[in-house]
């Protein structure tokens, strides 16, 4: 909508998650990223594959078509095309198919942690690898996979997933209370050159009803948010062996249009497999209450024709996740061991 | 959508109505004029407050919260804002949460019979009272109240309040028949500096089953339409000591787009409490045939790209409204008393 | 949508079909042409009229109103107009009504072969006939006619209805099959100035179930696919004394909005009424999988803001169509005698 986020909005050269593994099946699935409409899928072999959207030949999409072997056929003229791109079949036509300008437009693809990433930018190699979430695969740790489309940007949707004051109204019941005690504890913020996170020191426990499931008998609970760029909002909670980390990547579908692929990770005194379908209930409601303010705060955006947001010190995230997708990542790592690091108080 | 509208709906130094007295409880009421959105509340001390519909905070509509005791309370992170718009509470902040930036825009606002009015610039200092209309109160006068959306220009809802030949054919058997016999009466039209008015002079008695109340025994009835500025359409009948006045005062929610605030006032020779339930569903049975032929009308003209009017001598009001709402109010009330009256001729 | 389709949808010196006359009865039907919306209506004595469906006062839609004798009655106001678009009454008004700024604007209309035709600009006169359909009324011939909305511009549309190799993908087993045993045959094409035919030379006899009925016992089929300036798209088969020939005429609704009007003519062994039920859903439900594809077309052309084609020598017609839309009708007819012609290969 304004010029600013559209730049926030360009970082192509990452890598973003367009599908949950186990959704890509026989049947493509239509994605997006950056405006631009996607079709994934998976040749017989197993591979996955990202193209646009459309059929070179009468702009129809291919997401409407069909896996054979290892091409994707267009449900219009059978045109088919495979995980480069190339045109293999062009049905009724005599002599050669394969001519550069018929080519599908492709995008890297790798499949990672359970979720297909495509490379920000048509045709490119990739310069590096995808993010890799924690804990997937460690020894007692369950991981469960959820994804959610939000209209919001991707900035608010990130600044949304890691604030804390909003929980206590919006979540209201579900999670903290506005009308139990409060007090006043410290929050440590330290910015990397690819990250920030805050730390919140001396909660006697998590909120709401996941602390019942963390830490039973109580006890101080170590508590992280996090932003890492390309565009992972992450929080994190720990007590002695266990442990609760849940990762959103943001896939920027459009300036005002965010998916995330979530990873729930945990490790827990009771077995994973009893806990899971309650957390993640729990958790998606969370998420679904958080997608329908920001998509009530996208329409005034829009029916004002602008943001106009005001800032405290307790919006503890916000501006640095901003400062971070505006900058993009430095992509030399001896720069990231500096961080710096400030301390303020909140009323929780 | 022609220049000219945008201008004739820009006449912000007024006052408009934006709820109804007895719809505003403890919820806040979302309300537009002049294409910005607001939010209507009233506090616990019974006060009507008017703000702009977007916490200053990240944006989100406060319609969407609630009252408490004297502030209205966003339902994302908690920011509580007075009925002057100053932010007195932001949950989680440490310290004073008083600064002129953190402040919700305000509208003046007055309560004034039965209706939520709001000055039409923001932050600004109203300098007359709202409309005051008549008969309110009056002994023997009973009012009913009514409130509709309508998707038309402001000019062209009045226009089409006071017009009447359309009676005959839009409303057809409720109101006036196409098929009687019809005779040619007289019309005084007389222009004020902030109105105008058309007298019918000779109808036997008002036309189709409203006649069958207000004059039982026939009689000539005196029948006024009439435009004040800013905004009101008022339809008049008097035969003796009877009476039947509808006002309807019309608020700019957007250029196409206008609310109506309607309060039906009459004295009848029979009991008001009788009369009420039928002449209102009847009125409303019109009023509702009029907003539908006028969304059509602004559908026509979407598709056209304009108005492109025709007009003759029995649009008697409509070429006079849209040169009062042009030139606005004339504040010395000395300019107000000479009128220009002409008349014509019409068949009914 | 591109500045190359609004030209190509801009030929309005032409006969456009823009109602069937089995439809137009006593009530007007809402048409459109070029983006304008029309009214069609029958007079009492049968005439069909076609004027602007804005009633020149107050910019309501015509089509909402009731034929009365020789004129159509505006809903609003009861203004009446005739089939040339002379206003013909004012209710109310005192003196004589006819004004020419009051005239509602009128298209040149002819009722021909079950169709309603308008010339494409108003208030001018034709300079020739609307196009003959073949076989109406001839000897053994029956004729259906149907019609169909297309999300689609008018070259789009033609486009496929005249396209070969789609049939056995997007029709699959309704027509074509992908999987049968594949052949090469001859395609000649003949271009004239007003005109384009592709003649199918060797098919053993027509793709699919139309077969059956029409040559039962196998045989060659002669088979034609034309494109007739200004927007006529048919199809021919032959086999000895039966035949059956399927022409669409297309009016430009709007740049990616077209209708097609159909007329299947078809002499056959068997009955013609015992036929028709089956021939006429069998083509229905081709046509309306074309439609879906073509709006599924359009909707990707519209979010990648252009449409980006490539070419095959198997896009027999599609270029050739283009070509006749772009240039338009040469008036002299002795220009159409000397047409080109060449063969190629394409495998069925």
Known sequence: MTSEHRFLAHRHDEWYPVARSDRLRERPLAAMLFGTPLVVFRTRTGAAAVLVDRCPHRNVPLSLGRVRGDTLQCIYHGWE???????????????????????????????????????????????????????????????????????????????????????????????RSQDRARREIDVIVRRFEDRVEAEYVGESRPPGIVAKFLAPRGGNVIHFDRFLLPSVAQVEY???????????????????????????????????????????????????????????????????????????????????????????????????????????????
Chains 1, 2, 3 share one sequence.
């Not at 930018?121 to 489309?149: H, I, V």
């Not at 007590?239 to 990873?263: Q, W």
């Open 81 to 175: 095309f495979d995980q480069d791109g190339q045109c293999r079949a062009i049905p009724g036509l005599v002599g050669d198919v394969r001519a550069r300008e018929r080519r599908a437009t492709a995008f890297a693809c790798v499949e990672q942690q359970g979720f297909v990433w495509a490379w920000g930018e048509a045709e490119a190699a990739p310069t590096r690898e995808p993010f890799r979430l924690p804990y997937l695969g460690e020894r007692g740790w369950t991981t469960a996979r959820e994804e959610l489309d939000v209209q919001a940007s991707l900035h608010a949707t990130a600044e949304n997933a890691l604030d804390v004051p909003h929980t206590a109204f919006l979540h209201g019941g579900l999670f």
């Open 238 to 348: 720990r007590l002695g062996d266990s442990g609760l980390c849940i990762s959103a990547v943001l896939s920027p579908l459009e300036d005002y249009r965010t998916k995330l692929f979530i990873a729930f990770s945990y490790r827990l005194p009771v077995p994973g497999w009893l806990v899971q379908p309650f957390l993640r209930t729990f958790a998606m409601r969370i998420f679904r209450q958080d997608a329908w303010m920001l998509a009530r705060q996208t329409e005034t955006i829009e029916r004002f024709g602008e943001e106009n947001y005001k800032f405290t010190e307790i919006d503890i995230l916000g501006a640095e996740i901003y400062d971070l997708l505006r900058r993009g990542r430095i992509p030399e790592p001896s720069r990231l061991t500096a961080p710096s690091e400030r301390t303020l108080r909140i009323t929780v």
